[in-house]
């Protein structure tokens, strides 16, 4: 008895450690921006950093325009912040602190005096867990491959990107999303409300995150359709990137934004902004990897 106790005793203690052992993954990114108008640069903001695994977007708020304010001023310094924080703690080998960042960078923006808001959305990569962090109504789902098994013996196996998680809208209304303003009193509105979350990553897992000019244009069927789509070319032929795919996206969305009402769903013309994340295995990256349209912030 003793010896079947100490026997179950280190498979146990065995299969803890090996649960215990994180993978370290990274991010493959592709990113982008189309703006409403032409020639402009628009309210939206993004970035991903490959050297760091880690993104962000903000939708700035269009009303602003009305009082003469470019609130794409405000949404882009916020992230400018916002990357500079997180290289700080990456460098510093500190774990991400998503809540610390998106403060520090709030009071940042407060302090210049930068009239303005805009939604929230920030992602960065640690080994095999992505902490994710969302204040109003950019979104982001998470999606795996996974196999389908024929029911007879013989049949053809098929693939499937299943949801493993799907972020929803902060609103105050319809149409009014929660945000960060230069007009609150203090920082509440971010330290009270945001959502943050935590995901287990394996490699082949797809991230699509975006302001709402993307996915108010395209829906969740149809963006798991061209998710699968890239997947079995890549698994079939290795072609095409996580860029291709980054600006499959914004082509569609836009064009829905600009199709007539009677042609099908969407037709809400808005700035777009997209960042697509594939999960690898680690290796070296190099340490210029930006994608932004963040003027400051550019390597």
């Not at 930006?290 to 400051?296: E, G, P």
Request: with cysteine.
């Amino acid at each position: 008895m003793a010896a079947l106790r100490q026997r179950s005793l280190t498979c146990a203690i065995g299969a803890r450690s090996f649960a215990a052992e994180p993978r370290r993954l990274r991010l493959s990114l592709g990113a982008g921006c189309i703006p409403k108008v032409d020639g402009q640069k628009g309210e939206d903001a993004f970035f991903a950093s490959l050297p760091i695994s880690a993104f962000g977007l903000a939708d700035g708020v269009g009303g602003w325009a009305d009082r003469g304010v470019d609130a794409g001023l405000f949404s882009r310094a916020l992230l400018h912040r916002a990357l500079e924080s997180m290289r700080q703690r990456a460098s510093a080998m500190q774990r991400p602190d998503l809540p610390g960042v998106a403060l520090e960078a709030f009071q940042a923006v407060r302090e210049k005096s930068l009239e303005g808001s805009c939604t929230l959305l920030l992602g960065q990569l640690q080994q095999d867990v992505i902490s994710l962090l969302n204040l109003g109504d950019c979104g982001i789902m998470a999606l795996r491959p996974c196999s389908i098994l024929p029911r007879f013996h013989g049949g053809t196996v098929t693939t499937s990107m299943r949801l493993l998680y799907r972020s929803t809208p902060m609103l105050h209304r319809a149409n009014m999303p929660l945000q960060l303003s230069s007009q609150d009193p203090d920082v509440s509105s971010l330290t009270e409300y945001f959502d943050l979350v935590t995901l287990k990553l394996r490699r082949g897992d797809v991230l699509i995150a975006g302001t709402d000019g993307l996915f108010d244009n395209i829906g969740d069927l149809e963006l798991k359709s061209l998710a699968l789509a890239h997947h079995e070319s890549r698994t079939a032929s290795s072609a095409g990137s996580t860029q291709d795919l980054a600006n499959a996206l914004l082509a569609r969305a836009a064009e829905v934004a600009r199709a007539p009402m009677e042609f099908g769903p969407g037709g809400k013309l808005d700035d777009i902004a997209v960042v697509l994340a594939e999960v690898q295995d680690s290796s070296p990256v190099s340490p210029a990897g930006l994608l932004s349209n963040l003027v400051q912030a550019e390597e």
